[in-house]
């Protein structure tokens, strides 16, 4: 990567990936877009520009102009959102991808499509889910995440365009909120357990999911575009996580950092079913095989730190 356009960059991912692309490679190498306006270190620190993915004309000129080598393709509605507003999702999640992975293919660059542990569903193996199995999922999210990753295969063998994917499991960060996904108790609780001392998750205890830390994300976006493309058997999209985890494991493991925390239940019906439609657990070995994906953090360390990065920030 030399030039990168991020699109939906003011997201809970795109507001720490740019800022780590730009200590890596050049503040005025990475243009973050969005559909709007940002404010704050993302459009001081470097070349911004509002951009709606699904306009591909404007998405060209814009990649031209910038002489990008890269897109990374971050725009989209999370899998609660997207149930709440079908039309809306699909839209963006699957014409606006579809735009701008042709928009990759006009202009020559590398494509990153961020796919999840949503692209599975429940007849999908729930342990150790292999990189290579039953994809029926039961989320619009989900449905537009197989068709993106089969899209992106496609314009690899066809066109030879660099696509390149990761199905993250749930992303915990401190910089910015989740928009409106089912794994956003793991990031809300860290915020209630320094605020008040307790937290009310809507998922119920005993649902694993995989998730893991933000930093782990950056380092594996940047790892697998930066792969030697010879080692890659899969491309779109691999399998990774560091952790599976219920919401007992997470209160326990704030337990031993702010002693006397509680968690209670209120579960929400649509989350919650969601939530049992996904893997329990990924096998992440192609991942580490292919391009040496190695995450850093687990449950504890990220607890610690993200307890002291919230608490140092007033909660
Ligand atoms: P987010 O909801 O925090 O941010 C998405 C961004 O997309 C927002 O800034 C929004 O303004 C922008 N956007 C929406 N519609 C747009 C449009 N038409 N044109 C341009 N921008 C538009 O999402 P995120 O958590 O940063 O996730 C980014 C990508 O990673 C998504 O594709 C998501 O599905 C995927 N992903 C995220 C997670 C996670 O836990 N955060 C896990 C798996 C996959
Ligand atoms: C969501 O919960 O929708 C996302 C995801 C795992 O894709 N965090």
């Known amino acids: 990567m030399k030039r990168v356009v991020v699109t939906g960059s003011g997201g809970q991912i795109g507001s720490e990936l740019v800022p780590h692309l730009r200590r890596l490679y050049g503040a005025e190498k990475v243009l973050a877009t969005d559909l709007r ?38 725009a989209g509605l999370l899998s609660a959102r997207g149930e709440k507003d079908v039309a809306l999702a699909w839209d963006v999640n699957v014409n606006g991808s579809a735009t701008a992975l042709e928009v990759a293919r006009q202009e020559g660059t590398a494509f990153f499509f961020p796919s999840s542990i949503a692209a599975f569903g429940p007849s999908t193996p729930k342990k150790e889910t292999p990189q290579e199995t039953l994809q029926r999922p039961t989320t619009i999210y989900g449905v537009g995440k197989v068709a993106l990753e089969l899209l992106c295969d496609y314009y690899h063998l066809k066109f030879g365009v660099d696509t390149r994917g990761l199905r993250f499991p749930g992303l915990i960060s401190h910089e910015t909120q989740p928009g409106g996904g089912t794994t956003d108790y793991a990031v809300h609780i860290y915020y209630e357990a320094v605020r008040k001392g307790n937290y009310t ?38 399998n990774i996580s560091a952790m599976s985890v219920d919401p007992e494991a997470i ?19 649509l989350r919650q079913a969601i939530a049992e439609s996904w893997p329990d657990s990924l096998d992440c070995s192609a991942a580490r095989k292919e391009w040496d994906f190695a995450p850093r953090y687990d449950l504890e360390t990220m607890t610690r730190e993200m307890l002291d990065r919230i608490a140092s920030k007033g909660g």
């Open 201 to 238: 998750s809507f998922i119920a205890p005993g649902t694993f999911m995989d998730m893991m830390y933000m930093a782990d994300a950056l380092d594996a976006v940047v790892g697998l575009m930066e792969a030697d493309p010879a080692r890659l058997v899969h491309r779109n999209a691999f």
């Open 37 to 74: 306006p940002v404010s704050g270190p993302l459009a001081e620190g470097g070349p911004f520009a509002c951009l709606d993915v699904r306009d591909g004309e404007a998405f060209s000129a814009l990649v031209r102009h910038f002489r990008a080598d890269t897109v990374l393709h971050l």
């Open 251 to 269: 209160a326990s493991a704030i337990g031993k950092v702010i002693p006397g925390f509680t968690i209670a239940y209120d579960v929400d019906p």
